[in-house]
């Protein structure tokens, strides 16, 4: 038994050696060795309510080192003999509440970097602003030059129109109508042309008058020279205005066509003629008619 004790007191020896004890007055020692109390997990937590201090544990925190010992024993030794009486030990300090232990602080997450938003296409480039350009001004017209406005003339009565004189018809005269007969040849048949043509003795014309209620005919006949003339007894200048004349008979039987050579087929119209030299006042007032024509109907 006295072996026992001699190890566990050695044992506690070597525990004790290797921690640094600070020893704290006290009014009385104890006799027993206090039974060695860890120390809390967690620094206790200062509330508003004034506690007394507490006492300090028997051996302070240690210190690990390198080398490796047992463990130390629960409990110290007992002495071998008690002392008859136990010493006055006064009641230790109530202890300060111990907070619930925190619950236990979960690993820190690995930390992702929060993903970068999707890159925009890039915007194409912008033209550099044009430089400002001020409309042009509208061209402004050369200012007109001041015309007064032109003062008002007198009122003028309106003209009068001119007055001619009244129509003096010429004086009534007698009616002569002349004119020549030709014959056409063969190969100018058809054609208003009297090229190559032969003047007709013999031939007979018709004078045509419908200006009167009874319309008056004259004939007449050429001369060797193809010439005629008719004076009708009843015919005047204010009525030859509605007159013609239209070939009538041809005495050859190879031309005896009347061509349409200045009317001569349906009827001419008289045209005046001018007298060259005074003429008497008696004397009729000539107009003419033609040249016509006759023509073959066949050429051979």
Excluded: W
């Amino acid at each position: 038994m006295i072996m026992a004790n001699r190890g566990a007191l050695v044992a506690a020896l070597l525990v004790v050696s290797c921690f640094t004890i600070e020893a704290l007055p006290v009014s009385q020692p104890p006799l027993h060795l206090p039974i060695p109390t860890e120390a809390p997990a967690h620094p206790p937590s200062y509330h508003h309510h004034h506690h007394p201090p507490a006492a300090a544990p028997a051996h302070p925190p240690h210190h690990h080192h390198h080398h490796h010992h047992p463990p130390p024993p629960s409990s110290s030794p007992v002495p071998a003999h008690p002392p008859p009486h136990k010493p006055y030990t006064p009641a230790p300090p109530p202890k300060p509440a111990t907070p619930p232990p925190k619950p236990a602080t979960p690993p820190p997450k690995p930390y992702t970097p929060a993903p970068k938003p999707a890159t925009p296409p890039p915007k194409p480039a912008t033209p550099p602003p044009k430089p400002y350009t001020p409309a042009p001004k509208p061209a402004t017209p050369p200012p007109k030059p001041y015309n007064p406005a032109p003062k008002p003339k007198p009122s003028t009565p309106p003209a009068k129109p001119p007055v001619h004189p009244p129509y003096v018809l010429p004086p009534r005269k007698m009616v002569a109508v002349q004119g020549v007969v030709y014959c056409k040849p063969c190969k100018y048949s058809g054609v208003n042309t009297l090229l190559n043509a032969t003047k007709v003795e013999g031939a007979s014309v018709r004078l045509v008058c419908k200006n009167t209620k009874y319309h008056l005919y004259e004939d007449g006949t050429t001369d060797k020279n193809g010439y005629f003339v008719i004076k009708p007894k009843f015919l005047t200048t204010y009525g030859v205005h509605k007159c013609s004349v239209a070939l009538l008979k041809s005495p050859l039987p190879n031309c005896h066509i009347p061509s349409a050579l200045h009317g001569g087929d349906k009827g001419g119209i008289l045209r005046p003629e001018m007298p060259k030299s005074p003429v008497d006042k008696l004397a009729p007032l000539y107009y003419s008619v033609g040249p016509f024509a006759f023509e073959p109907k066949k050429c051979y």
